[in-house]
């Protein structure tokens, strides 16, 4: 089984000026995931988010495919992956479009991470109701599957409805590009069982996802759990092949990194039937990130299987 890996991209590192938000930003950094040997450059999705949040540990990010689509022009492989959009954040045909245009001139290399969110605050200045996020999120993955088919299609939604719609180009990827589904309740394991691809746990401390009011996933045995409960529910509603698992960003690159730690790190994940996970820099200059990225490209990517 080949263990993909995914780098967290700089761009919401906007307190380093330059360094990480500009031009040459995206083109030396995603040339440097590339080079390396990366599967995919992710980034993240918060387009309002709230001072309390930001002040207390949060971070900005820039449009997701406004930078996927810089990434995907000065790269040839490297997949361009959201890590993660909060999908009731907007209308899901104008996501589509977003995805399938992408996807068109990328010649397929979208990987569409997606999850319904945590911060209510934000929620409420997108003018979207927080408790209808997950009724929302399997919605909206239904209306989207529809318009990818590239024929006419009718849906009715909440607050919307498609009679006779078409989108074209469809995305190049058939049926879709792969639906990597966040969260890490047993709502969000069901639907990665009934519309996703892969599961896309995020793996952080029991206080951390207190704080976020998220479901605790941290330890071996909650991601065992995890992968048990969707392989019964698999079975519940036929799905022959359980999803995937491919983690977010589990090993962070300080300055005094050990690539065996990191090599041990992968090689347990892949013991436990995980397929993938992700790798971030900690720096606050472009020339360390990608130095650090070719080096584990160097000493890691090319020793795992």
């Not at 263990?3 to 330059?18: E, K, N, R, V």
């Not at 719609?165 to 309740?185: A, D, E, I």
């Not at 009934?194 to 896309?200: P, S, V, Y």
Request: proline share 5%.
């Amino acid at each position: 089984m080949t263990f993909t890996l995914s780098a967290t991209l700089p761009f919401d590192l906007i307190q380093y000026g330059d360094e990480f938000v500009s031009m040459a930003a995206v083109h030396e950094c995603s040339v440097g995931a590339e080079a390396a040997g990366f599967w995919s450059g992710t980034v993240t999705d918060h387009p309002v988010p709230s001072y309390r949040w930001l002040d207390n540990g949060g971070h900005y990010a820039q449009d997701p495919f406004v930078m996927l689509s810089m990434v995907a022009t000065v790269t040839q492989r490297l997949r361009v992956q959201t890590n993660i959009i909060v999908l009731p954040y907007r209308n899901p045909f104008i996501t589509a479009r977003a995805v399938s245009s992408l996807d068109a001139f990328s010649a397929g290399r979208v990987v569409l991470g997606l999850g319904a969110g945590y911060l209510k605050p934000e929620y409420k200045a997108l003018g979207v109701d927080f408790d209808s996020r997950n009724d929302l999120m399997d919605e909206y993955m239904q209306a989207m599957k529809l318009a990818w088919t590239g024929e006419d299609f009718s849906f009715e939604g909440t607050g919307y409805t498609a009679v006779g719609n078409r989108v074209r180009p469809t995305p190049v990827q058939k049926p879709h590009p792969p639906l990597l589904v966040g969260g890490n309740s047993k709502r969000a394991l069901r639907r990665t069982v009934e519309l996703g691809d892969a599961w896309h746990p995020f793996i952080v401390p029991k206080m951390v996802t207190d704080t976020a009011k998220t479901a605790n996933i941290s330890s071996d045995q909650d991601l065992l759990d995890a992968i048990a409960y969707m392989q019964d529910h698999s079975a519940k509603v036929g799905r022959e092949i359980p999803p995937k698992v491919i983690c977010t960003s589990t090993f962070t690159m300080t300055a005094d990194w050990s690539a065996q730690e990191a090599i041990d790190h992968y090689g347990h994940l892949q013991s436990l039937g995980i397929s993938g996970s992700g790798a971030t820099v900690q720096t606050d200059n472009r020339a360390e990130w990608c130095d650090q990225i070719r080096r584990f490209g160097e000493e890691v990517i090319s020793k795992l299987d």
